[in-house]
C-alpha cells in the first residue's frame, strides 16, 4: 500500500489564492520530501523537511511536518497559473531504504 | 551542473524482448534510483543503488534488474516485456543515500510494448 496519501486528490483555485495539500504516512520517517511534477519540466524537487523539523519554507512554499500524526502539508502562497501541476509528497520508511511515493495532489490555478 | 541524463527517450518493445534503460547521474552524485510511474499504479520505488551496491528493491518480480558502474551511471534491465510494463521510467540520483538527501529526476523513459 501506499506510504503517502495526499488529499484532496483534486484541488482548483483562482490565481492569488494560497493551495493547501495534505500527506498521510504510515511508518517512521527519516524524511519526507515534495515533488512538484508537470509535463514541461517532469518531477522536480521541492522542499526535504527532516523528522526532527516541523517547518520549513522555500520562497511562495511552505512546509510543516507532524510526526505524531505521520502527516504533512504543502502551502503554496499567492498561487499562479505557472503552479499548475501534481504535487507528491515521498517518504523514506525509516530502515526499509526504499522511497515511496503518495498518490498526488492535481493542482489546477485558473487565470 | 548537468541534470540528470537518461537514455534513450522513447521506446516501442514487443512482447517478450528485454530492455535497457540508462541513467547518468548529476555529477558528484552516488545514489541512483529508479522508479516506475503509470497512471493506475502511480510513482512505485524499482530500486536504489548506492557505490556500485544494490541497497534495496521495491515489489517488482525479478524480470526487473539493474546495475550501477564505478562512474554512478545506471542501467535498468527488463526481460520478457509484458503489456503491462508500458510506463514511463524515472531515474533520480541524489548526493548520498535516499534517506538524507533530496533526489533529482531525469526526465524518464517512455516505454511502450506492444
Known amino acids: 500500500s501506499q506510504q503517502g496519501e495526499e488529499d484532496p486528490q483534486a484541488l482548483s483555485i483562482q490565481e492569488g489564492e494560497n493551495a493547501t495539500m495534505n500527506c498521510s504516512y504510515k511508518?517512521?520517517?527519516?524524511?519526507l520530501q515534495w515533488y512538484r511534477q508537470n509535463s514541461g519540466r517532469g518531477l522536480v524537487h521541492l522542499i526535504l523537511i527532516r523528522s526532527n523539523e516541523r517547518e520549513k519554507h522555500s520562497g511562495r512554499l511552505r512546509v510543516t511536518l507532524d510526526t505524531s500524526k505521520k502527516s504533512s502539508s504543502l502551502l503554496i502562497t499567492a498561487s499562479r497559473a505557472a503552479d499548475t501541476a501534481s504535487y507528491f509528497c515521498?517518504?523514506?520508511?525509516?530502515?526499509?531504504?526504499?522511497?515511496?511515493f503518495g498518490t498526488g495532489t492535481r493542482l489546477k490555478v485558473l487565470a | 551542473k548537468a541534470g540528470v541524463t537518461q537514455t534513450p527517450r522513447y521506446l516501442i518493445k514487443t512482447r517478450g524482448q528485454q530492455v535497457t534503460l540508462s541513467c547518468s547521474p548529476i555529477s558528484g552524485h552516488r545514489s541512483v534510483s529508479w522508479y516506475q510511474q503509470t497512471p493506475g499504479q502511480g510513482l512505485q520505488f524499482l530500486f536504489e543503488?548506492?557505490?556500485?551496491?544494490?541497497?534495496n528493491k521495491g515489489n517488482f518480480p525479478g524480470r526487473f534488474s539493474g546495475r550501477q558502474f564505478s562512474n554512478s551511471r545506471s542501467e535498468m534491465n527488463v526481460s520478457t516485456l509484458e503489456l503491462g510494463d508500458s510506463a514511463l521510467y524515472l531515474c533520480?540520483?541524489?548526493?548520498?543515500?535516499?534517506?538524507?538527501?533530496?533526489?533529482?529526476f531525469g526526465p524518464g523513459t517512455r516505454l511502450t510494448v506492444t
Open positions: 511508518t517512521s520517517i527519516n524524511n
Open positions: 533520480a540520483s541524489s548526493y548520498g543515500r535516499l534517506q538524507d538527501y533530496e533526489q533529482y
Open positions: 543503488y548506492f557505490s556500485e551496491t544494490q541497497r
Open positions: 515521498a517518504t523514506d520508511g525509516s530502515g526499509t531504504y526504499k522511497y515511496i
